[in-house]
């Protein structure tokens, strides 16, 4: 019994099927590598989140001390200020970097809440880490912040409250203790509204 002769047509279809075949295959593995770093990274960050909330739940009901620390002015002039830890009222601080995606939207949500009305803007301190007033102010020249701007250029605030990521938002009561330290996590702002709304 002798086979049909396989045309040129067929030959070419099943020769070019096989690359395909093979390609697919290679990509399913690269999605399962893709989705394993992913799985890896996502466990990664929720440890460091917990991590970072076991460190913050120490500092809570200690005072928070006083820094001398430098706030950028309206005219971009910096200027030296003692943050002391006892106030006239509540207050949030918020520890940031210019190149910190969260922060940024984290500061987004606190701007428009203080454009709302919803949020005393005297009552928000947002520190800068160890950042250059170059990148703080470039920063704030495209996305302005209409509440207090300080630089932290030598990291003491974030060495006093064992800074392990950013953002981290402090809550500190009128008598200078700590209420709550949080780094990362949803619902930031709606927390720090709610803080420094009560009275």
Same mark, same amino acid.
């Given at each position: ?12 279809? &099943?020769?070019?099927?096989? *690359?395909?075949?093979? !390609?697919? @295959?290679?990509? /399913?593995?690269?999605?399962?590598? #893709? ?61 940031? &970097?210019t190149w910190?995606? *969260?922060?940024?939207? !984290?500061? @987004?949500?606190? /701007?428009?809440?203080?454009?709302? #009305? ?46 392990s ?35």
């Amino acid at each position: 019994m002798t086979g049909q002769p396989i045309s040129s047509k067929s030959a070419n279809s &099943a020769s070019s099927a096989a *690359p395909k075949g093979l !390609l697919a @295959v290679w990509f /399913r593995r690269l999605a399962n590598v #893709g989705f394993a770093i992913a799985a890896a990274y996502c466990v990664f960050l929720i440890s460091m989140l917990f991590l970072a909330s076991q460190k913050n739940s120490e500092f809570v009901g200690k005072p928070i001390g006083s820094f001398e620390l430098e706030r950028i002015s309206e005219q971009g002039a910096l200027v030296t200020t003692l943050l002391e830890g006892p106030g006239a009222h509540k207050r949030a601080f918020v520890l940031w &970097a210019t190149w910190c995606g *969260p922060c940024h939207s !984290l500061l @987004v949500d606190l /701007r428009d809440r203080v454009s709302a #009305g919803a949020i005393d803007p005297s009552k928000i301190y947002a520190v800068s880490i160890t950042e250059p007033l170059a990148d703080v102010a470039a920063f704030m020249e495209s996305n302005p912040i209409p509440f207090n701007v300080m630089l932290d250029r030598q990291g003491l605030l974030a060495q006093a409250m064992k800074l392990s990521g950013t953002p981290t938002v402090v809550l500190v009561n009128a008598d200078g203790t700590i209420a709550s330290a949080s780094t990362g996590g949803f619902g930031l702002a709606s927390k720090i509204e709610a803080f420094v709304s009560e009275r």
